[in-house]
């Protein structure tokens, strides 16, 4: 199983971006769950938003309403769409998979990770 993070890079205060997350080699992708995290230097990985496999949501206070998680299972692609990006923002953002839990938001839950992707905001 792998997943693959893409998507981050240099975006100024006020700007977008839009991660993707697509699973490989993972059958019934549609029953996982899908959780963003992220990582800034010197502090632990925090869970950003989470999707069940029915389309439940999470999203962490520090992101909501700014940042929209999706999904296309028939892609087994899960998408994070980040507005208003903030300099406190920047961390290595990863995607990682789970199917015991309808939702988690603790890292330990999760089964799979992805490779990470960087995203920086800055002027």
Request: hydrophobic share 35%; net charge negative.
């Amino acid at each position: 199983v792998q997943l693959q993070a893409s998507g981050g890079g240099l975006v100024q205060p006020g700007g977008s971006l839009r991660l993707s997350c697509v699973a490989d080699r993972i059958q019934d992708y549609d029953y996982y769950a899908v959780g963003w995290f992220r990582q800034a230097p010197g502090k632990e990985r925090e869970a950003v938003s989470c999707i069940s496999n029915s389309d439940a949501t999470y999203y962490s206070d520090s992101v909501k309403r700014r940042f929209t998680i999706s999904r296309d299972d028939a892609k087994s692609t899960v998408y994070l769409q980040m507005n208003s990006l903030k300099p406190e923002d920047t961390a290595v953002y990863y995607c990682a998979a789970e199917r015991t839990l309808p939702i988690a938001t603790v890292a330990a839950e999760y089964d799979y990770w992805g490779q990470g992707t960087q995203v920086t905001v800055s002027s």
